[in-house]
């Protein structure tokens, strides 16, 4: 994924965006059905994720300079639930985002 374009994305370029857009599109096609994130493998086998690193981390570092980051909370949110042992893991938990 060439730099540039994803900067180019982040800030909302449409060309870029769609480049950006395709590559994802295309690398998700190569993915077989029994390919899994390492967060869904770690989900799936009762290890404790990552989230506090990645979700959570963007979600409070988004609060605390003004930028609100609510899918990435919702996710935190959803994935702690689900290692808590408080919900099944479910497309549901997360439906309206």
Excluded: C, W
Aim: charged share 30%.
């Amino acid at each position: 994924m060439n730099p540039e374009i994803l900067a180019r994305a982040g800030e909302k370029y449409p060309d870029a965006l769609a480049e950006i857009t395709d590559v994802l599109v295309e690398g998700a096609k190569q993915r077989s059905g029994d390919q899994r994130p390492s967060m869904a493998q770690d989900i799936v086998k009762g290890r404790r994720t990552e989230t506090d690193f990645i979700n959570g981390f963007i979600a409070a570092r988004g609060t605390e300079i003004g930028i609100p980051a609510p899918i990435q909370a919702r996710m935190h949110e959803v994935v702690k639930r689900v290692e808590r042992g408080e919900a099944k893991p479910s497309p549901a938990l997360i439906e309206g985002f």
